[in-house]
Nanobody, 125 residues
Framework: QVQLAESGGGLVQPGGSLRLSCAASISMFNIYGMNWYRQAPGNERELVAAITTGGGTSYADSVKGRFTISRDNAKNTVFLQMNNLKPEDTARYYC???????????????????WGQGTRVAVSS
């Protein structure tokens, strides 16, 4: 069964906005830290934003001031609000869930408990 399901991707013009959602069908969602990654063709996977169980957030320098991560534990959902999008934001965006200490950008994917299938974001005029 699907544990994490991303939605909200699409095609947007530069300067536009999108809101990604990651719906989790896992019990005790509130104990999971949640991260958003992205991967563009030919590039390595990049940690974009992270939110801990306590609501602490962190962002990649490339998206600071433009992206906002949030979570709604009552709805088992994490969000990524993306504003002022740029062509270099074009990628497939994934959410990932983990229990325990916050994951580092260089941590292997196997250190996460769940991954979604991703949603595509394309920024182009």
């Amino acid at each position: 069964q699907v544990q994490l399901a991303e939605s909200g991707g699409g095609l947007v013009q530069p300067g536009g906005s999108l809101r990604l959602s990651c719906a989790a069908s896992i019990s005790m969602f509130n104990i999971y830290g949640m991260n958003w990654y992205r991967q563009a063709p030919g590039n390595e996977r990049e940690l974009v934003a992270a939110i801990t169980t306590g609501g602490g957030t962190s962002y990649a320098d490339s998206v600071k001031g433009r992206f906002t991560i949030s979570r709604d534990n009552a709805k088992n959902t994490v969000f990524l609000q993306m504003n002022n999008l740029k062509p270099e934001d074009t990628a497939r965006y994934y959410c990932a869930a983990y229990v325990g200490q916050p994951r580092l950008p260089q941590d292997a994917p196997e250190l996460y408990d769940y991954w979604g299938q991703g949603t595509r974001v394309a920024v182009s005029s």
